[in-house]
Nanobody, 118 residues
């Protein structure tokens, strides 16, 4: 059974940093690309960052490029999202996600709240 457990969210002032973690289990973590999504209040969920399974290629949404960094540790079955220079508009619930097979439902964690406010 796939499990994704996020942690590391919280309240931070504008300009601050947070590091989110997502511990994965129930599948061969090293074989799959991993994603971070976020859902701001009253808005739709959006893709924040992706890291490939091999060679660790990364891609980012335009709104976070240059500020966020996705990384993974295959030995720990964990994916991270380092968030720097945080802005109030980064306030959202952040979700870890994996798609194990095209045509199947994407798997999601429970989410972790990030609030950027002074």
């Amino acid at each position: 059974q796939v499990q994704l457990v996020e942690s590391g969210g919280g309240l931070v002032q504008p300009g601050g940093s947070l590091r989110l973690s997502c511990a994965a289990s129930g599948f061969t973590f090293s074989n799959y690309a991993m994603n971070w999504y976020r859902q701001p209040p009253g808005k739709e969920r959006e893709l924040v960052a992706t890291i490939s399974s091999a060679r660790y290629y990364t891609t980012y949404g335009n709104s976070v490029k240059g500020r966020f960094t996705i990384s993974r540790d295959n030995a720990l079955n964990t994916v991270y999202l380092q968030m720097n220079s945080l802005k109030p508009e980064d306030t959202a619930v952040y979700y870890c996600s994996v798609l194990l097979r095209v045509g199947q439902a994407r798997n999601w964690g429970q989410g972790t709240q990030v609030t950027v406010s002074s």
